[in-house]
């Protein structure tokens, strides 16, 4: 609730953008004078901060709101609003409001949104408070106090995540939960608002997701199997027989083949068994692979061959690999595809 002083100067304010301060006269001046000497600096904050909501919303849910062509539950879906995003208000209507954030213009009900004071409350809930450093050097110490030790510098321009104010002092609480804090003085807090997302960039993000999920599930280490110096450069000599054009991953991927055998019951349990049986590597019977091992395989099989060993892969457990032009379905490094 605002207070008496904080009521007048609003009012004197409206007076002002209706009446320009050409009109205001001696007596107005000293009115409106008289009225800012009765604020207090927490008056004033107040103000500005109810005046920043004016015109914006911010998301009410614990998730999502859809955001929609038509003010109707049953119109077409243009967007999202999650928690923490805040947007401009362009228009109402009964139990709606359109709003603009990010790429998204549309109706949302406004059942999931919150206004002024409500909205201003739902920010510092939800909303990370970030402070710019707006001096050349910015110590972080370990209490709310000038005799504290300084633990930690930072410098002009950087942000760090502060919590709540306590006379003058800042806290800055990091994941472990260690608090320190930074004085409120040389910084710049505002709060980072999200933004809605159109359709299309939730299903990219999605994609994006996915192939990473994908990417990390292919490329999990799978455990290091011991293997002889020999061995070592025989795998190296195999690589390259096979994919010594092919970019590292795909080398790799050659390797990671081989030392899946070896850890497959299906196939021998060494890296000879596996290179070395019948119908399964060309060029370990044409004499392809005995040749590079004589002359030394290059750098970059021994790195792929040693890479495999140690258990790493791009293709997962893939045991299989074909010319891309195979038709076979699996993942596809290079000129290979691998299943």
């Given amino acids: ?33 008289a009225l800012l000497d009765q604020l207090s600096v927490e008056d004033v904050q107040e103000l500005l901060e109810d005046e920043e909501w004016r015109g914006k919303v911010m998301a009410k849910v614990e998730d ?3 955001i929609r062509a038509e003010a109707s539950k049953d119109s077409e879906v243009l967007g999202k609003l999650y928690k923490g995003c805040a947007g401009s208000i362009l228009e109402e209507a009964d139990g709606w409001t359109k709003i ?38 910015l110590k972080v110490r370990d209490e709310a106090s000038t005799e504290a030790d300084v633990i930690d510098l930072i410098g002009l321009g950087e942000k760090i995540e502060v919590g709540q104010e306590l006379d003058g002092w800042l806290e800055i609480i990091y994941s472990d939960g260690e608090v320190d804090y930074i004085s409120a003085e040389y ?18 993000e999605e994609a994006r997701r996915k192939a990473e999920e ?55 349990n060494s890296i000879q068994g596996v290179i070395s049986a019948p119908g399964q590597f060309g060029p370990a019977a044409t004499g392809k692979v005995a040749s590079i091992m004589a002359a030394g395989p290059k750098a970059s099989c021994m790195q792929a061959a040693q890479a495999a060993i140690n258990g790493e892969t791009t293709v997962g457990t893939a045991t299989s690999f074909r010319n891309v032009n195979s038709g076979k379905q699996g993942i596809v490094i290079g000129n290979h595809v691998f299943w």
């Fill in 1 to 33: 609730m605002w207070k008496k002083g904080t009521v007048s100067l609003l009012f004197a304010m409206m007076w002002l953008c209706l009446t320009g301060f050409a009109g205001l006269g001696n007596e107005g001046e000293d009115t409106l004078n």
């Fill in 64 to 66: 999502s709101v859809s």
């Fill in 100 to 137: 603009e954030s990010g790429k998204v213009t549309g109706w949302v009900s406004n059942d999931y949104l919150a206004f002024g004071e409500e909205a201003k409350e739902r920010a510092a809930q939800d909303v990370s408070k970030m402070a710019t450093v707006m001096t050349q050097t």
């Fill in 187 to 204: 910084v710049e807090v505002s709060y980072e608002y999200g933004e809605a997302k159109t359709m299309e960039e939730i299903a990219a």
């Fill in 214 to 268: 994908e990417k990390a599930k292919r490329t999990k280490n799978l455990g290091a199997v011991a293997a002889s110096t020999n061995e070592l450069a025989l795998l190296a000599a195999l690589i390259q027989a096979e994919g010594g054009n092919q970019p590292y991953e795909g080398q790799l991927a050659i390797g990671a083949v081989v030392m899946n055998r070896v850890r497959s019951p299906r196939y021998p």
